[in-house]
């Protein structure tokens, strides 16, 4: 089946510093990888939905500046939090999914990452 | 845009019994209603979907249902077991563009 591997799965840093986490899709090419972000206790919110090759689409109340992804090809999305603050500690889940063709890729999630800012 | 709502927030069974988590849906162009199991500090495990063609899905112990009239769906586990202790969460989309998740069930399974 479909695996998406996400590293680190656990990361600290200090505040004001950048940290990048990283989304592969191991055996098939993502047309689509999405961002999310997870509370404790809550349900996962989309942060922004990225193409290959294309800018990230960012839902409301984003901050694209803050929440760099990059989709530079079609098995590998980074998400890059920038200028870190002890609010943006979370669980960062990453999505592959791929369009067209015969084969049922559905969305395919990762491990995610448990990033805290102290 | 899409709205989910996902009943009950926690759902307690005893193991053998069955457990049952329906959410329903807004927006009648949704045609992908998938459901996640997510353990603690793991991402979500696809566990069964179906597409809006399809009315009943099964596989062993899990079962899925829609109603795309009434835009509603539903998981259906069977004879339960402590390693079904997690949280459940539905899913709808369009396929290929983004997924909009329901506020989730906690399932406890007492032996």
């Known amino acids: 089946g479909a695996v ?64 760099l992804i990059n989709h530079a090809s079609l098995t590998l999305s980074t998400l890059t939090v920038t200028s870190a603050h002890p609010e943006d500690s979370s669980f960062y889940i990453c999505s592959a999914t791929r369009t067209g063709g015969q084969a049922n890729y559905g969305y395919t999630f990762g491990s995610g990452t448990r990033l805290t800012v102290v | ?49 179906i597409r809006s063609n399809v009315g009943e899905k099964k596989d062993q112990r899990i079962a899925v249902t829609l109603n795309k009239t009434a835009k509603h769906f539903s998981l259906h586990i069977t004879e339960t077991q402590p390693e079904d202790s997690a949280v459940y969460f539905c899913a709808v989309a369009e396929y290929g563009n983004k997924l909009v998740f329901g506020a989730g069930t906690i399932l406890r399974v007492k032996s």
């Open chain 1, 4 to 67: 998406v591997s996400q590293h680190p799965s656990r990361v600290i840093c200090k505040s004001g510093t950048s940290v990048k986490i990283e989304c592969r899709s191991l055996d098939f090419q993502a047309t689509t990888m999405f961002w999310y972000r997870q509370f404790p206790k809550k349900s996962l919110m989309l942060m922004a939905t990225s193409n290959e090759g294309s800018k990230a689409t960012y839902e409301q109340g984003v901050e694209k500046d803050k929440f």
């Open chain 2, 1 to 49: 845009g899409e709205n989910v709502e996902q009943h009950p927030s926690t759902l307690s069974v005893q193991e053998g019994d069955s457990a049952v988590i329906k959410c329903t849906y807004s927006d009648s162009a949704s045609n992908y209603f998938p459901w996640y199991k997510q353990e603690l500090g793991k991402g979500p495990q696809l566990i069964i979907d």
